[in-house]
C-alpha cells in the first residue's frame, strides 16, 4: 500500500527526497523480499510487495520477477497451488482469501502497465467461495481455517470481480446480497459507482469440489457438506 501510495504522490515530491525513498526505502525492501523465497501463500504477499515496488520505482526488473519467476513468481504460484476447482489447495476459505487478496494487489498494480491477470484461472478463485456459503452468507469451515468467516467480509474484493470481469451479473449478486446485509464496506467500494440494490439474489448452487474434496448440497434455505478429502 505504501509502494502504491508513493506511485501516486511521487510526482508531488522533490526529486532528491524521491531518490532517498525508493534507494533507502522501497528497492531495499524489495531485494530483501526477492532472499526470503518460498512457495506458500506468504510469497504471494511477497510477490505482490516487488511488484507494487517496481512500478512505484519505474523498475520493469522487478515486475518481471514478481510474475514469471520460475517456482516463486505469479504465475507459477497459480499454476502449483491453485486447484482446478479452484480453491487454494490449503483447503481453507481464510486461506484462499488470504493469497486472493495478495494477487489482487499484484492485478491491481500492474494494470497501469498495460498487464492483465484477471483471467480464468483468478477468476477461479472468485468463483469456488460463492457456493460454500449457507443462507445467512456465513462460509464453510474446513482444515486450518477459523469458524466466523462470512461472504460479506469478503465482499469488497467482489468489487473487482465485478468491474473486472465484465459487470458479470453473479457478482453483481453478491455485492447486493452483502451490501443489503452489512452496508458498502473496503475500499474497492470507491472503484464501484454502481448501486447494486436490485441483485439481491444471490444463489448457491450444489456442487462437488473434487480437488479438494467436499461436496455442498443447497435446497432453499438448507444447506449440507460432506468433506471426504
Same mark, same amino acid.
Given at each position: 500500500?505504501?509502494?502504491?501510495?508513493?506511485?501516486?504522490?511521487?510526482?508531488?515530491?522533490?526529486?532528491?527526497?524521491?531518490?532517498?525513498?525508493?534507494?533507502?526505502?522501497?528497492?531495499?525492501?524489495?531485494?530483501?523480499?526477492?532472499?526470503?523465497?518460498?512457495?506458500?501463500?506468504?510469497?504471494?504477499?511477497?510477490?505482490?510487495?516487488?511488484?507494487?515496488?517496481?512500478?512505484?520505482? *519505474? =523498475? !520493469?526488473?522487478?515486475?518481471?520477477?514478481?510474475?514469471?519467476?520460475?517456482? #516463486?513468481?505469479?504465475? $507459477?504460484? %497459480?499454476? +502449483?497451488?491453485?486447484? *482446478? =476447482? !479452484?480453491?487454494?489447495?490449503?483447503?481453507?476459505?481464510?486461506?484462499?482469501? #488470504?493469497?486472493?487478496? $495478495?494477487? %489482487?494487489? +499484484?492485478?491491481?498494480?500492474?494494470r497501469c502497465l498495460g498487464i492483465n491477470l484477471y483471467g480464468s484461472e483468478l477468476k477461479k478463485m472468485f468463483d469456488a467461495p460463492m457456493n460454500s456459503v449457507y443462507a445467512d452468507l456465513s462460509m464453510v469451515t474446513h482444515n486450518d481455517g477459523w469458524t466466523g468467516a462470512t461472504l460479506t467480509s469478503y465482499a469488497r474484493y467482489y468489487n473487482l470481480a465485478y468491474l473486472r470481469y465484465g459487470f458479470s451479473s453473479e457478482y453483481a449478486a453478491v455485492l447486493g446480497?452483502?451490501?443489503?446485509?452489512?452496508?458498502?464496506?473496503?475500499?474497492?467500494?470507491?472503484?464501484?459507482?454502481?448501486?447494486?440494490?436490485?441483485?439481491?439474489?444471490?444463489?448457491?448452487?450444489?456442487?462437488?469440489?473434487?480437488?479438494?474434496?467436499?461436496?455442498?448440497?443447497?435446497?432453499?434455505?438448507?444447506?449440507?457438506?460432506?468433506?471426504?478429502?
Amino acid at each position: 500500500d505504501i509502494a502504491m501510495i508513493y506511485k501516486v504522490v511521487k510526482h508531488h515530491i522533490p526529486d532528491l527526497i524521491q531518490e532517498k525513498i525508493e534507494k533507502n526505502m522501497l528497492v531495499p525492501a524489495a531485494e530483501m523480499l526477492k532472499n526470503r523465497k518460498q512457495t506458500s501463500n506468504w510469497q504471494t504477499w511477497h510477490n505482490a510487495a516487488i511488484a507494487c515496488i517496481g512500478v512505484a520505482v *519505474g =523498475d !520493469g526488473g522487478l515486475v518481471d520477477y514478481a510474475l514469471h519467476t520460475p517456482v #516463486y513468481g505469479y504465475e $507459477a504460484l %497459480l499454476s +502449483t497451488n491453485l486447484y *482446478g =476447482d !479452484g480453491w487454494w489447495n490449503e483447503g481453507s476459505v481464510t486461506y484462499h482469501f #488470504y493469497a486472493l487478496q $495478495a494477487m %489482487l494487489k +499484484t492485478a491491481e498494480a500492474v494494470r497501469c502497465l498495460g498487464i492483465n491477470l484477471y483471467g480464468s484461472e483468478l477468476k477461479k478463485m472468485f468463483d469456488a467461495p460463492m457456493n460454500s456459503v449457507y443462507a445467512d452468507l456465513s462460509m464453510v469451515t474446513h482444515n486450518d481455517g477459523w469458524t466466523g468467516a462470512t461472504l460479506t467480509s469478503y465482499a469488497r474484493y467482489y468489487n473487482l470481480a465485478y468491474l473486472r470481469y465484465g459487470f458479470s451479473s453473479e457478482y453483481a449478486a453478491v455485492l447486493g446480497t452483502c451490501w443489503a446485509k452489512s452496508g458498502r464496506k473496503g475500499a474497492e467500494c470507491l472503484l464501484n459507482p454502481n448501486d447494486l440494490s436490485d441483485s439481491q439474489n444471490l444463489t448457491q448452487k450444489s456442487c462437488v469440489y473434487d480437488n479438494i474434496g467436499y461436496a455442498v448440497l443447497h435446497k432453499n434455505r438448507w444447506s449440507a457438506v460432506m468433506k471426504y478429502g
